[in-house]
Structure formats: structure tokens, C-alpha cells
């Protein structure tokens, strides 16, 4: 076969991390591309999204996805161009999104995976279809409606509020009703999220009396506690929980570099459940694609709310494939400030 | 107003239990009846049902009902015969299923939380409105067809398999065509389980090599675990849930005499999460009172399969009102052989 004249540059999995993954675990590489064939498509990645999830499939072990194989290229979404299609449902130059375009600067992908259409120039833009209107967005749509069943007047708890899925399930509730409290680490989120996203309370995990202040804005006890963090948050919240409330599991991501390490005691498995029993507690784990028949409602009805401006959100882009690690690794540990992308503009 | 000629035997709440309860914590009381009211029956109660759930009543603090006060009569459902009727619905001599009977020989009550009157020559015999055709097997009713969701084919874990709600999880799903390994303490309940109750495979959960043993009789995995011990068995099974997996949470009996003991690490809290979160599981507590709206049906298809005798049941009776404390500290270590029941008869 002849080499096409595209050279791709990639980042593989180098090495599994322990605990929390440094640079030494993801290469740089350039490799010529092979040209695409029958049924295939070329693709020129625009934007990568970077997610939490991303941490779990550097390790081996049982998830619900299998790990990615050292030396292959790293998982991602991206917003792509298409270079050259030999698929007739696609002509170069049309945006796509990619669920398997990777953390590179070209894809060459089967057409048959590419099931929606980008406008370049269209509003939500683009780049929101690997955010609040894609898997993010439809995590928190999704774990709210089928399992969070929140309800006019109830009190809902989230963390990570900044973020895409955060920030989506704060203004969700808020259409819906509900008193929302929203976390997250630092004053400049905290005032975003009090001013920009108007929740009722807006809290700062890392205040050293964090625990009071979350008891304080929840006069009502909580109703819905939207898990995407664990660690202290899920700590303080516990307590607090009304009969029948509901936690949707979506992410423990401050525990997802302390995979297999040993935590000191108590032992607080028995008591929780004790108390799932005592309070008659829903703990539901759940990734968005196990709801995927709602996806559809989903992109009508959230592409309508963010063109009526009625859902905002942010973005945290990170320039150039180069930085991609670092801004993963950032992102496990809070650093970002909204959805964070790459963007792969040459 | 004059008293009644009639005495009541009586048993309170003398003391609250620190860890496992004691005689000490009960007291035998005799004291004279007032006379019904109006609109009020006198009641003799014929069988108490002694339930694990009796463990928590005795502790001060939160819970899903309030605690039996110091010097209260020891709460408990009965059969009871009525003596003595000033409400319109009842007559001498009726029989009677009587929600708060308590801890007692006779109990005045108002006919109106008398909605189920009993054959005493019935089949199915009236005391099994204290357990398979009662509360216990609404439990496993409710929990199984709501949470549990099994689907023929399926493989059902269930502890305390001997007792009223574990055998009647096991066999309702049975009748479903599930594969159904049930635990129970001790080689006569577990023959008993194997021989009478048919279940596909029983385990003593007193062997050395239970958790072993438990992994072997699951070849395709756990999809339910009903819950109703908590403890080593909950520990055994968590390992060989099948993604989605659902845990009815109905108790945890394991752990009733030791709330608020600070157990040793490590801390299995956040893994547990993470394995909710990975493997999408659904946790989720109840008391049989949630599902209320399922009663009459149940009362209509178990009365049914009683008849039928395609569900089987087993009572382990006590045998005077004296004996019920000591009935109940046993209970709480599993030394029923099926529904245990106190014979209040003179």
C-alpha cells in the first residue's frame, strides 16, 4: 500500500501510571498515514476532549470499557474534518464528531462510526458536541432524569460544578425547581458559579470548614446527590441525606489515581449500609451510554436550551496535541476551569 | 372508669441493649386492662411474630420509625381473637391480624387499624399472616419484583435462606427461572434448603471455604443479591456481581447489634462506589410499608401459590409470652429455623 503524504502525529499510552499519571506515561509519535479504504474516512482532528474517564482506561483491569493497549494511541472524542471520504455519506470538508478520533492530528475511521454532522459555523458551536451537548451534557440529562428523578422544591447537591457535567446538572435542576447547591475548589469557580450559573449556593471544597457550610445551605437536607467526585464531598454530603434520596454515580474522580491503594479505617461499608437501608437510599451507578435511547431527545431539546441561552457553559482549551497530557493529568486534579478541549489547529 | 377483670401479661423495654440486647433489657409486666372505648376492641393475642427489625426499635436515634420508649410496651404484630368490640366492622370472636398487638396477652386497640380479618381455620393458616402471608414474605415480594427485577435466567443470591423473607425470595424466584443459591447457617437449614426448598445450590455460610464455595456455585456471576444480613455473606458476594446488578438492601442483620461500633480498617467505602460506578449497580434500600400499593396483590397471588403449595414455608415457634425476649436475642444470631413466632396461648 503507498504511503499517503499526511505524517500523524499522535500520543500513545507509554506506560500504565501508578497513582497519578505523569508525562513519562504518554509518547509523541510521527507516523505516516496509510490512505483509507473502501468505507473509510480521513479525518483531521480539530478539537480532542479530554474527561475524567480517560484515567480508568490507563489501567488494566475490569471497567466497563476495556483499557487502552500500551503503545496504542490514547481514546478520545473529537471534532474533525473530513480530508478525503471514500464513504458515500460524507464529502471532504464536512465537520463531524468523532467518537473514536483519538488523541492525534488525523483518523482514518470506518464511516459507519460518524453519526452526526457538525455546522463549522452553527450554533451551539461545534465544539459543544464533546461537551454540554454531547457526552457530558447527556451524563448529566441522563443520571438526573432516570435516576436523580429531581422534583420541584427538593434540595440537589453537585460538585465539580465548574465542569461540563457539573455545570449541566446545576442548571438543569434549577429549571426544574430545585434548590442547588453547587462545589467547587477555589474562589474564582465559586463566584462563577454563584453569578454565571446562579445556583442558590455555591461552595468552595477546599474552605477548611467546608462541612458546616454545606450543612448551612442545606436547611432542607438533600434530596439528590449527583456524584462525579467521591472523596470529602461524598463524606460531607452523607450525613446530610433526607430519606429516599437518590445518588446517581457517574464518577468517583477523586479516587481514580488511588485505584488498589489501601485505605486507612474505620471501615465505613457496613454503616453505609445500614444507612442505605435506614433512609431508604438510591445509590445508582451509570454511564451515559446506558441511556443512549434518550440521546436523540437530548440533542433537540439541550440544542434548543443552550440557543435560548437558558444553559451556559464554559471552556478550558488547552492549545496544541503536545499539551494534551498535561492537560489531562491537570484535569484529575481539578485544575481546569470548564470543559477542557485540545485544540489540534496546525 | 372501672376496670376490666382481665389482666394483661405484658413485656417492655426496661433498659436500652449496648451491642447485643440481654434479659435485662426486658421486663415482665402484669397489669390490669382498662375497658375498651368507643370505637375500640379488646383483643387476645393468640401468636406474636418476633423480626429482626424489633433490634433497631430498641435504640434510641434515627431510624426509619421511632424507637419503643423505656417502660413502652415492646412493639410487634399478632394474630389475635377479639373479646370485645365497640367499633362496627369486628365481633367476638373474630380473628384478626393486629399491626401493633405488641409484646402482650391483650392489647386494646381501634378497630380502625384492624383492616385484615383471619380464618382461624384457613388455608393458609392465619399465622402466616405474620410471615410468608405477612410481612416477611411482602418483603421478599416487593423487594424481589421492584429492585431485584430478575429475569429468567438470571443467578439470585440470597442470605438467611431459612428464615421467612430469604425462603421466600428464593422460591418466588424460582417460580421466575432463575438459578438460586441461597446461605444459611448450620448443615440442617442448608439440607433443608437443598431438599425442601429446592434451590440450586445451598451454602453454609459457617464454612471455612464460604466465599470459595459461594464463587463456585456462581459460575455466571451474581445479577441479584437480596440483602437481608449484611456481614461476611455481603463481603462474599461483592466480587461476583455481574455488571448491572441489582441489591435490594432489606437488612443487615449482621450488623444490627453493632451500630455505631467503630470498625477497623481499610476503609471499603470508596472502592465500593467506584465498583457501583464501574459496574453500574443499583443499590437501593426499602422497608416492605414503600411499596404498600403492591399489597392486595401479593395478598392475592401468595394466598394463591400457598393453596398451591408452589410456595413452601417453615415457623419455628416460641412457646409463651416469657420466652419472647430470649426468642428474640436468638433471632438476632440466626438460631430460627424459619418464622419465629411466640405462642401467647394460656
Chains 1, 2 share one sequence.
Not at 501508578?18 to 508525562?23: C, D, R, S, V
Not at 483509507?36 to 484515567?55: A, E, I, K, T, W
Not at 434548590?179 to 468552595?204: C, F, N, S, T
Not at 488498589?260 to 444507612?275: I, M, N, T
Request: neutral net charge.
Amino acid at each position: 500500500m503507498p504511503a499517503s503524504p499526511i505524517v500523524n502525529r499522535r500520543i500513545v499510552l507509554a506506560a500504565r501510571p501508578q497513582g497519578e499519571p505523569t508525562a513519562a506515561n504518554f509518547r509523541l509519535e510521527e507516523v505516516p498515514l496509510p490512505l483509507p479504504g473502501p468505507g473509510q474516512v480521513l479525518l483531521r482532528n480539530r478539537m480532542l476532549s479530554l474527561d475524567p474517564y480517560m484515567r480508568g482506561r490507563m489501567d488494566e483491569g475490569r471497567s466497563y470499557a476495556p483499557p487502552v493497549a500500551l503503545g496504542e494511541v490514547m481514546e478520545g472524542r473529537t471534532v474533525a474534518e473530513v480530508l478525503e471520504s471514500h464513504h458515500p455519506g460524507f464529502a471532504r470538508g464536512d465537520w463531524v464528531f468523532a467518537p473514536a478520533g483519538g488523541w492525534q492530528t488525523h483518523a482514518i475511521v470506518d464511516g459507519g462510526t460518524l453519526n452526526r454532522k457538525l455546522d463549522p459555523n452553527g450554533q451551539p458551536p461545534p465544539s459543544t458536541a464533546l461537551g454540554v451537548h454531547g457526552m457530558p451534557g447527556f451524563t448529566a440529562y441522563a443520571g438526573l432524569r432516570e435516576i436523580g428523578r429531581p422534583q420541584a422544591g427538593e434540595t440537589l447537591v453537585v460538585a465539580a460544578a465548574s465542569g461540563p457535567v457539573g455545570a449541566t446538572v446545576a442548571q438543569l435542576a434549577k429549571l426544574q425547581g430545585l434548590r442547588v447547591v453547587a462545589i467547587a475548589g477555589g474562589p474564582e469557580k465559586v463566584r462563577y458559579l454563584r453569578e454565571e450559573l446562579q445556583v442558590d449556593a455555591a461552595l468552595d471544597h477546599r474552605s477548611g470548614d467546608f462541612a458546616e457550610r454545606l450543612r448551612a445551605a442545606v436547611p432542607d437536607g438533600i434530596d439528590v446527590y449527583f456524584e462525579n467526585v467521591g472523596g470529602k464531598v461524598f463524606d460531607a454530603v452523607l450525613p446530610l441525606l433526607n430519606d429516599f434520596a437518590r445518588i446517581p454515580v457517574c464518577g468517583t474522580i477523586a479516587t481514580y489515581n488511588a485505584r488498589g491503594e489501601v485505605r486507612p479505617g474505620p471501615d465505613r461499608l457496613p454503616d453505609f449500609l445500614s444507612q442505605i437501608l435506614r433512609q431508604r437510599l438510591t445509590v445508582r451507578g451509570f454511564i451515559q451510554r446506558d441511556f443512549v435511547r434518550l440521546y436523540p431527545e437530548f440533542l433537540r431539546e439541550m440544542g434548543q436550551w443552550l440557543r435560548e441561552g437558558r444553559i451556559r457553559y464554559r471552556e478550558d482549551v488547552v492549545e496544541g496535541l503536545e499539551n494534551a497530557p498535561q492537560g489531562l493529568i491537570g484535569l484529575l486534579r481539578g485544575d481546569n476551569f470548564g470543559k477542557r478541549l485540545v485544540r489540534l489547529d496546525d
